[in-house]
C-alpha cells in the first residue's frame, strides 16, 4: 500500500522568506501523481500545485514549486516571498494512475501546519 | 476550475438521530465521488469511494450500516450518518474528479462540521 509522510508537525517563515516542506512517499507504482494541498482556516482544500510522475520537470505555479526526486521519493514544497495568506495546513498527497477513467482516491500525508511571522 | 458544493456546512444533531450530508458537482459530471473524515488536527482518511449506479466501496474499519452513501446521479452523492452518536462529530469532506486517466484533478467540497450532542 501507498503512504505519504510529513516528518514536520509544524514549521514556521517570516514574511517574504522561503520555506520548503518535506514530504516523502512509498509506492511501487511508477506513474502516479502528486500534489501539495493547502487547508487554511476555514477547511476548503485548495490546490496548491501537482506533478506527474512521468515528467522529469518540475513544477512551479508563481511562488510555489516543488523539488520531486523519484528515485528518492521525496516531493517537497517551496513557498517563496512568503505571504501572511500563505498561512495554513499543508498536505502532500499521492494518487495512482487510473487508466480506466476512473478517479482514484488521494493518499494524504499527516500535514504541515505553516505560520508565518509578519 | 471545477466546482464541488456540499451542504451544510455545519449541523449539530442529538445523539440516535440521522444527518445526510450533500455533495454536489456543479459544472461536471462525477461518477466517483470520495467521502472522506478529518478529524481535529489530522489528516484526511477516506471513508469511502462512492460509486454513480452501483454500490459504494468501503475502507476497512468503516461501518457501512451507519454511513451510508447513494450516488444516484452523475452530480450528487449523499452521506447519511445514522443513529448518529458523539463519537461521529467530526468534519466530513467529500470530493470529485474531472477529467480522467492522465489528466484528472479532484475538486473538494467546502467539508461539513457534525456536531452530535
Known amino acids: ?118 | 476550475g471545477a466546482v464541488v458544493s456540499q451542504h451544510p456546512s455545519r449541523v449539530i444533531c442529538k445523539s440516535g438521530t440521522s444527518v445526510k450530508i450533500e455533495c454536489r458537482s456543479l459544472d461536471f459530471q462525477a461518477t466517483t465521488m470520495f467521502w472522506y473524515r478529518q478529524f481535529p488536527k489530522q489528516s484526511l482518511m477516506l471513508m469511502a469511494t462512492s460509486n454513480e449506479g452501483s454500490k459504494a466501496t468501503y475502507e476497512q474499519g468503516v461501518e457501512k450500516d451507519k454511513f451510508l452513501i447513494n450516488h444516484a446521479s452523475l452530480t450528487l452523492s449523499t452521506l447519511t450518518v445514522t443513529s448518529a452518536h458523539p463519537e461521529d462529530s467530526s468534519f466530513y469532506i467529500c470530493s470529485a474528479g474531472s477529467g480522467s486517466g492522465f489528466n484528472t484533478e479532484a475538486f473538494f467540497g467546502q467539508g461539513t462540521r457534525l456536531t452530535v450532542v
Do not use: H
Not at chain 1, 30 to 39: A, E, G, H, P, T
Open chain 1, 1 to 118: 500500500a501507498q503512504t505519504v509522510t510529513q516528518s514536520q508537525p509544524e514549521m514556521s517563515v517570516q514574511e517574504a522568506e522561503t520555506v520548503t516542506l518535506s514530504c516523502t512517499y512509498d509506492t511501487s507504482e511508477s506513474d502516479y501523481y502528486l500534489f501539495w494541498y493547502k487547508q487554511p482556516p476555514s477547511r476548503q482544500m485548495i490546490l496548491v500545485i501537482r506533478q506527474e510522475a512521468y515528467k522529469q520537470q518540475n513544477a512551479t505555479e508563481n511562488r510555489f514549486s516543488v523539488n520531486f526526486q523519484k528515485a528518492a521519493k521525496s516531493f517537497s514544497l517551496k513557498i517563496s516571498d512568503s505571504q501572511l495568506g500563505d498561512a495554513a495546513m499543508y498536505f502532500c498527497a499521492y494518487k495512482g494512475m487510473n487508466y480506466g477513467g476512473s478517479q482514484g482516491n488521494l493518499i494524504f500525508g499527516k500535514g504541515t501546519k505553516l505560520s508565518v511571522k509578519p
